[in-house]
């Protein structure tokens, strides 16, 4: 649950980035309930809608996610669930957010997404000006759908590049859409000063990971199966690739059977590059002081660690350079006062 009010207040005085976190995963109960009255549909109460948040394996939770989507129709939706986001992080001192849209969800619904993104920034301008929290967006197209779908994604986010959208990723099944297949759709993202980053060893092995270095991505989400691959743990802890680690996440989809055996910790200790994320934090139950708190009883991480993983988050960000100094200076000046 989310425990932010019990956990120890130097995790909630911690700066923190969060640059793994779904738009569409973070809409709360409560606020889907108001969609759905906003909309006239059926189901409404707060236990019916609480209960399209169980699911019992990952596919059953890609559906789910499928479904909440469904509730957001307008650009007032969309303006809603940013600027109530945004209010959380501010709740948690989450001071900078990278957040994933699926723009390929929207295609695929056929709406209008240049009207959804004008709903988007004004959820985001409301919530900076209110909360003083920064946000970026990175446009996350649907691995199963196909690479021309993807690219469709990538020509938004082109379109909205000077807009605050600052990366390109795939999300999804990855059985169902190999990296290979992306090559182009990667490259041209590139080509367009987009950053990179991809969902890979979440559902799928090691190669998914090498996949994804092939592509450059400059970050890799999950990267929960590197660890049956020692060629590829010392690839990435020397080139510091940050990991968007969701630990929460990967045990509620059951890509990581026993949160015991995440794999976190043993990362660390090769000396990865980590962050700490959510993923989808209403959909998981979860916030991102929890995933602080949790890494810190279940494998020990000192206070000192968490320090350095909340650093990591501002490090591995995609804010411009003169953005990320003044971050990290304000980070160093908030530490080593406290
Ligand atoms: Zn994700």
Redesign the pocket.
Known sequence: MHSGSAAKPFLLALPKAEL?L?LE?SIEPSTLVELRQRHGMDGASLAEVEQLYHYADFTGFLMAFKDVTGHLRTPEDYELITYRLMERLKSENVLHAEV?VSAGVCLWRKQDFAAIFAGLERGRVRGERDFGVSLLWIF?AVRQFGVEKAEKVVDLAIQFRERNVVGFGI?GDERQGPPELFKAVYARAADHGLHLTA?AG?NDGPESIWGALNLKAERI??GLTAEQDPELIEELAERQIPI?I?VT?NVRTGCCADLAKHPVRRYFDEGLMLTLNT??PAMFRTSLVEEYRLVQETFGFSDEHLRELARNSFEASFLPPDKKVQFLDLFDATVLRS
């Open positions: 793994h779904h995963g994933f996350d999300g969902h979440e989400g999950h968007e969701c996440s993923d989808d």
